[in-house]
């Protein structure tokens, strides 16, 4: 409260942006923890065999033992395929469904990303107007007490430490999180690429 009181307003809403931002990274925390269980290593090569012998329930039942996004969108893309149709389609289709399935994985990241910028300037502005109370202070009653300017000059600098407590955890999980949508992206696109090869193929 004493920190709340002398950083002034911008520390409130530093305050605020610092409750939601770790709202944010335990909420999406615990989602990735029990929806991005680990791919099983085997889990390519499988798929292409069962896919490769024409085999597509058996196909799907390895799908069905992933629990991550992978195996829900490659499940969800043999189920929606269709082997005698046009395979111009079948690009589409996975874009389509990735897209369903990769969204709630970007579900409230962009407000990560956006604390994890404004809160350092928030900061930084907090700094500068206390700069100016603290000259003002200095042009007000002199140098004769040096000790005056440095409290303000001190207190002004605590809505910058404040900001950047605040961004650097912010920005270290959305980046992370983003970085793992990405190689979720890359696995989709790498099954999905050969099982459509082996479906033209045959």
């Known amino acids: 409260m004493y920190y709340l009181k002398v950083g002034g307003p911008l520390m409130w809403i530093l305050f605020g942006l610092s409750i939601i931002s770790m709202g944010i990274i335990l ?48 499940k969800s893309f043999l189920i929606r395929c269709n082997k005698n149709g046009d395979f111009h389609h079948f690009d589409q ?43 003002r202070n200095l042009s007000t009653f002199g140098a004769g007490d040096p000790s005056l300017v440095a409290d303000g000059i001190s207190k002004a600098l605590l809505t910058t430490a404040a900001g950047l407590s605040i961004a650097i955890p912010a920005i270290v999980v959305y980046n992370l999180l983003n970085k793992k949508i990405e190689e979720i992206e890359e696995d989709i696109d790498k099954i999905t690429t050969n099982i459509i090869n082996i479906i033209r193929k045959n």
């Open 93 to 135: 289709l996975v874009k389509e469904i990735g897209m369903e399935e990769i969204s709630p994985l970007e579900k409230r990241l962009h407000i990560l990303g956006i604390i994890g910028y404004i809160a350092p300037m928030i900061g930084l502005l907090g700094t500068v107007t206390g700069m100016i109370d603290a000259f």
């Open 27 to 74: 909420e999406r925390g615990v989602f990735f923890f029990r929806r991005e269980k680990k791919l099983s290593e085997d889990f390519k090569s499988n798929i292409i065999m069962a896919v490769s012998s024409d085999n597509m329930e058996k196909a799907i039942e390895i799908c069905l033992n992933e629990k991550n996004t992978v195996g829900e969108t490659v």
